[in-house]
């Protein structure tokens, strides 16, 4: 577990089944990577999303939109980032992250 008391998500979701996963994943991504100064939060979150939209990963993409709006990202934005990226990633995978950002922004309105 990290220094909080409350869990990461990726300890509540591999936790004791795969404890060098959620290690990689709190200590180097969000740990190292994320606070580098060469990017903003802001881009990292822009280029994360595009990223998971164009590998047609829908299942990490709630957690990053959501990152993304704390990190100052519009839901606007995030819109028509999907929008663009229809053209490049493949519609089905547009509207499948659509799908996701739709479910997550309804819900948090």
Do not use: C
Not at 15 to 35: E, H, K, N, S, Y
Not at 44 to 69: D, K, N
Not at 70 to 86: D, F, K
Request: proline letters at 5%; aromatic letters at 8%; glycine letters at 8%.
């Amino acid at each position: 577990m990290t220094e909080s008391s409350e869990p990461t998500g990726a300890e509540r979701m591999f936790g004791d089944f795969a404890p060098a996963l959620v290690a990689f994943t709190d200590d180097v991504l969000f740990g190292q990577v994320w606070p580098r100064r060469e990017l903003s939060p802001r881009d990292r979150s822009l280029v994360t999303v595009a990223s998971l939209v164009t590998s047609g990963s829908a299942e990490q993409l709630g957690h990053h939109l959501g990152r993304a709006r704390q990190n100052g990202v519009t839901e606007e934005e995030l819109v028509e980032a999907i929008t663009h990226l229809a053209f490049y990633a493949g519609w089905p995978r547009a509207m499948s992250a659509m799908a996701v950002a739709k479910r997550l922004f309804r819900e948090d309105a």
